[in-house]
């Protein structure tokens, strides 16, 4: 019986390691499709167009929007950020887990339209931690880590809406309890309506033999 994957949103402050836990969780397991983003930011070295990011124009961005090619967007600092609608529905249709590694905002309208969707937010063990992990990324300039900060701040005030909260303290223990908690969702009744269906009838057809 063919099933539609479950709607995994990740969010956490910039630098608490959703990227890396991301790429860890869909090099281990073949279940997930990771969704790629839109986003106005420019590419930081190394991050290629279609891979990270599809890097587009502040007009692009807009036309994605009238054209309403978007499941969701939000602005995050200075840019623009949103997910491509087809690719979610394509493969949720097809059975995947998708993974929307997304901000707050986003998020929230998401569960706002989706309340099945998994609600994921990832933390360092600590603040100081988190800078830490900005700096030793050496991505951005310390104005720019400092934004990212002070937005964080105002991350933490809506954390709990989340359904989850996953501490990303040592790498492989975080993946497998975001894993864990994906395969959960699987059981949920809700989710299985069509084996409930099944049964009934099975059990149904059974009365009379
Ligand atoms: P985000 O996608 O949330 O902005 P990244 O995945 O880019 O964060 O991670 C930020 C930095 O923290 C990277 O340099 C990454 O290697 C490091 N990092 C990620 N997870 C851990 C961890 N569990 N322990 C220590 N460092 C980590
Ligand atoms: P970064 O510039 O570090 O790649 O991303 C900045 C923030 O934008 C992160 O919190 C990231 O999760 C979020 N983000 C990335 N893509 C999307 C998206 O499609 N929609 C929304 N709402 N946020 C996104």
């Known amino acids: 019986?063919?099933?539609?994957?479950?709607?995994?949103?990740?969010?956490?402050?910039?630098?608490?390691?959703?990227?890396?836990v991301v790429r860890e969780l869909t090099t281990r397991y073949d279940n997930y499709a990771l969704s790629i983003s839109a986003t106005t930011r420019a590419p930081r070295q190394g991050e290629e167009n279609g891979r990270e990011y599809f890097f587009k124009t502040r007009e692009e961005f807009e036309e994605l929007?009238?054209?309403?090619a978007l499941y969701e967007y939000a602005q995050y600092v200075s840019n623009f950020?949103?997910?491509?609608?087809?690719?979610?529905?394509?493969?949720?249709?097809?059975?995947?887990d998708v993974i929307l590694e997304i901000e707050v905002q986003g998020a929230l309208n998401v569960k706002a339209k989706n309340p099945e969707a998994l609600l994921l937010f990832v933390t360092p063990?600590?603040?100081?931690?988190?800078k830490r992990r900005l700096i030793g990324r050496g991505t951005e300039t310390l104005e720019v880590i400092n934004e990212r900060m002070a937005r964080a701040s105002e991350e933490a005030l809506l954390m709990d809406r989340y359904d989850y909260l996953i501490i990303n303290d040592k790498?492989?223990?975080?993946?497998?309890?975001?894993?864990?908690?994906v395969q959960r969702e699987h059981l949920r009744m809700s989710a299985n309506l069509d084996m409930v269906e099944k049964i009934k009838k099975e059990l149904e057809e059974m009365k009379g033999e």
């Open 1 to 20: 019986m063919s099933k539609k994957g479950c709607l995994v949103i990740i969010s956490g402050f910039s630098g608490a390691g959703k990227g890396t």
């Open 171 to 181: 790498l492989e223990e975080c993946t497998e309890t975001i894993h864990q908690l």
């Open 125 to 130: 063990p600590s603040a100081q931690e988190l």
């Open 81 to 96: 950020y949103g997910t491509p609608k087809a690719y979610v529905q394509q493969q949720l249709d097809a059975g995947k």
């Open 65 to 68: 929007i009238r054209q309403d």
